[in-house]
Nanobody
Framework: QVQLVESGGGSVQAGGSLRLSCGISGDALNSYCLAWFRQVSGKKREGVGSINSDGDTTTYLDSALGRFTVSQDYAKNILYLQMNSLKPEDTAMYYC?????????????????WGQGTQVTVSS
């Protein structure tokens, strides 16, 4: 079992920044992928970015490239999502997720454990 707890969401004006955190606890995985997803009510959940356990491979949603950065603090067991130049269309509930294995990707059903989510609201 792995537990994930997100924090850092809030309300910000367009052009602003937020850093989301995801605390990770529970069973250790030798090889894993961590990812951020977001979902707007009534719409499909989409992958925002992911990072592998080695920290040498990241993937991003096209609209997040150059604005969002996924990183991991191994000592603290925290996953981060630094979001800059936020836009109103970034408004969503943001979730972190983890799965075992080497291939990360953005397919939500392949991820095993999920956090409860943190709301991000960007006003124009």
């Amino acid at each position: 079992q792995v537990q994930l707890v997100e924090s850092g969401g809030g309300s910000v004006q367009a052009g602003g920044s937020l850093r989301l955190s995801c605390g990770i606890s529970g069973d250790a995985l030798n090889s894993y992928c961590l990812a951020w997803f977001r979902q707007v009510s009534g719409k499909k959940r989409e992958g925002v970015g992911s990072i592998n356990s080695d920290g040498d491979t990241t993937t991003y949603l096209d609209s997040a490239l150059g604005r969002f950065t996924v990183s991991q603090d191994y000592a603290k067991n925290i996953l981060y999502l630094q979001m800059n130049s936020l836009k109103p269309e970034d408004t969503a509930m943001y979730y972190c997720a983890i799965k075992g294995g080497r291939y990360c990707g953005d397919v939500d059903w392949t991820y095993t454990y999920w956090g409860q989510g943190t709301q991000v609201t960007v006003s124009s």
